[in-house]
């Protein structure tokens, strides 16, 4: 991709995520009355946020730096917190999944009974840990990156076996760093696609003996119980790509064809970018303490107009 294509594409989806980024911080902080969200939901709401904040900041940050030549240390550390930034929703989104699978679904396995009762704690230690590992693989994969590129160059006029040793080890320790990377980006997709799948066929069995039995499906829970689980699954198909490419991109970078494919990472900053944007717009939709915060901006404009 050419630089201008990325600068012409993101720079919009930057803008509008930005917007959307702060007006659900301010939902959160100033929620409509009636309205309340406890954690865990409020907390990953809140890491979703900022990290897609972050990521749009950064990836207008990498759009700035065409205009000039930044130092080759800046793009590294640049595209590893984007990747960090969006892998770090990739995993706030799984999360929120699991809680609301096990909120939703009745559970009978003794294991998932235990982890039902103690999901809180069960999410918080599981999401520091993920978030730990993450950070492992991609700081071990942008300082070996770092490393290796000039021993490359080195190496082409300099064929000394030091060297070679160096470059071999530090080239065991890219590839180490991106198997972990892959790995921690191939769970997530898994639990999200199950998650919210299992979910929804649930919810459909029960739509259907209600239907059976003549009741009626216009509970205010139930009706919250489906939209959540449909926009759940909006939201994993909207992953689904940028999540596939990110693996892809992970088994190139071990056969050392990514620089082919995606040289300046422009295709994986679009679609991580792309992604943030459709994640929050989901969110918009499923959790009430943002659609409802707009209806109440908007019905309050109505009534300042007429007024």
Not at 69 to 94: D, E, H, M
Not at 253 to 266: A, S
Request: glycine share 2%; charged share 10%; proline share 4%.
């Amino acid at each position: 991709m050419e630089p201008w294509l990325f600068a012409v594409i993101t720079s919009p989806l930057c803008f509008t995520a930005t917007i959307f980024n702060f007006f659900f911080f301010f939902c959160l902080l100033r929620p409509a009355s009636g309205v309340t969200l406890r954690n865990p939901i409020r907390f990953l709401l809140i890491i979703v946020l900022l990290n897609s904040t972050s990521l749009q900041l950064d990836i207008a940050l990498t759009i700035v730096m065409l205009l000039s030549k930044s130092p080759f240390w800046l793009q590294t550390v640049s595209r590893a917190l984007i990747y960090q930034f969006f892998c770090g929703n990739f995993t706030c989104n799984a999360w929120i999944s699991i809680f609301y699978y096990m909120s939703i679904v009745p559970q009978h396995h003794p294991i998932l009974v235990w982890i039902k009762r103690n999901l809180r704690v069960v999410l918080y230690i599981g999401f520091t840990v993920n978030q730990i590992f993450l950070v492992f693989s991609l700081s071990m994969g942008a300082v070996t990156y770092f490393l290796i590129t000039p021993l490359e160059v080195n190496l082409t006029s300099l064929n000394s076996s030091s060297q070679a040793a160096i470059f071999e080890s530090e080239l065991y320790l890219f590839h180490f760093a991106n198997f972990c990377y892959l790995l921690y980006c191939t769970c997530p997709l898994v639990t999200l696609v199950v998650s919210w799948g299992r979910t929804f066929l649930y919810l459909r069995e029960h739509m259907k003996k209600m239907s059976q039995s003549s009741e009626s499906f216009s509970q205010p829970q139930q009706k919250s119980q489906m939209r959540v689980t449909v926009t759940g699954m909006v939201q994993a198909a909207l992953f689904l790509p940028s999540s596939l490419w990110t693996v892809a991109a992970s088994i190139l970078y071990l056969t050392d064809l990514f620089e082919i494919v995606d040289p300046n990472r422009f295709i994986t900053l679009t679609f991580c970018s792309a992604s943030s944007l459709g994640n929050l717009l989901c969110f918009g939709f499923s959790q009430s303490v943002f659609r409802q915060r707009l209806v109440s901006v908007f019905k309050k404009q109505k009534s300042n107009t007429k007024s």
